[in-house]
């Protein structure tokens, strides 16, 4: 019976848990998503707002942190040249309030 309601609770955690905080490589395979930035904000599968401190990060809700070391990170990424290697589309907005999935159903990359 420990032992279920432990995995449960570590699921539950696991779940409630991830923020954003990124660390951009220098290569391709070491990253864990690539990215693809847009010009227009119509393009994009989300739109996202760079915060100035880690604990701004707010879920999987396109407020990313920029984080010095890999070890900090929650996701590694890396920016492609071309939208046809990118796993999703991101655009850079101004505030935010307008950061968050256009596209939800590439979500699930960011957990």
């Known amino acids: 019976m ?28 070491q990253s864990d998503v690539k990215v693809y930035v847009v010009e227009y ?8 707002f760079k915060v100035e401190y880690p604990n701004q990060v707010d879920k999987n809700k396109g407020l990313w942190y ?24 991101i655009f850079f907005v101004k505030y935010k309030n307008q950061s968050g999935w256009r596209d939800k159903s590439k979500q699930h990359l960011m957990y």
Do not use: A, M, T
């Open 66 to 89: 920029f984080v010095d070391y890999p070890n900090q990170s929650d996701k590694k990424i890396y920016f492609v040249d071309y939208p046809n290697q990118s796993d999703f589309k």
């Open 41 to 48: 904000e119509n393009q994009c599968d989300l739109k996202v």
């Open 2 to 29: 420990k032992i279920k309601y432990f995995s449960f609770l570590l699921i539950i955690i696991s779940f409630s848990s991830y923020s954003q905080k990124v660390y951009s490589v220098e290569y391709s395979n």
